[in-house]
């Protein structure tokens, strides 16, 4: 399945708490991206990585944070200050940003209760 | 930055017709067009791709056509079939280290 794996595939928090998102790449990849998708909506862009230590903040970066301590893995906090975190996130990586193929994870549906 | 608009953003056909769509870019400088499927709850997948340096590109019953002048592109998929049905992305990039810029979408329905 493309070697990018995400955890959980469902996850239920309540208002008010932080969640940790997992990803995790095999495909030895550069990059790394996190999306967010609500209901009949695109793919918007929360955070991107394109090195181990590095990552900079996509169209919606409001409320979430992330790290890069490991090309393999780039997690995503959910924090309580998203004001509406209930949507499914995709994470996705990539030899190169832009230039070829992104391969995405199969992603996570967060519900806040 | 770069901005893709994509269209339309839904489109319904009946089985064994062609569905045609369409997306246009802003930046010049962008050469890499991939086009995503993603059925419903899962990942999108890449299903075809076009460099800036080849005009139209196919496989099987896909196929799609970049105009550089005009800076828009094209998805086309013939003999449509109910396992067409999906949501499908067109995306640029290649122009400075950045990621990929999506478009809105096109929920695709195959009547049988």
């Given amino acids: 399945d493309g070697g990018i794996t995400q955890s959980p595939k469902y996850l239920f928090r309540k208002e008010g708490q932080n969640v940790t998102l997992s990803c995790e790449q095999n495909l030895n990849h550069d990059a790394m991206y996190w999306y967010r998708q609500d209901p009949g909506q695109g793919l918007r862009l929360i955070y991107y990585s394109q090195i181990v230590n590095d990552f900079q903040k996509g169209d919606i970066a409001e409320g979430y944070s992330v790290s890069r301590e490991k090309k393999e893995s780039f997690p995503l906090t959910v924090t309580s200050a998203q004001k509406n975190p209930t949507a499914f996130y995709l994470c996705a990586s990539s030899m190169v940003p832009g230039y070829n193929e992104q391969f995405f994870g199969p992603g996570t549906r967060l519900t806040v209760l | ?112």
Avoid: M
């Fill in chain 2, 1 to 112: 930055g770069e901005n893709v608009e994509q269209h339309p953003s839904t489109l319904s056909v009946q089985e064994g017709d062609s569905a045609v769509i369409k997306c246009t870019y802003s930046d010049s400088a962008s050469n890499y067009f991939p086009w995503y499927k993603q059925e419903l709850g899962k990942r999108p997948q890449l299903i075809i791709d076009i460099r800036s340096n080849v005009g139209e590109k196919k496989d099987q019953r896909i196929a799609v056509t970049l105009n550089k002048t005009a800076k828009h592109f094209s998805l086309h998929i013939t003999e449509t079939q109910p396992e067409d049905s999906a949501v499908y992305f067109c995306a640029a990039g290649g122009s400075g280290n950045t990621p990929l810029v999506f478009g809105k979408g096109t929920r695709l329905s195959v009547i049988a």
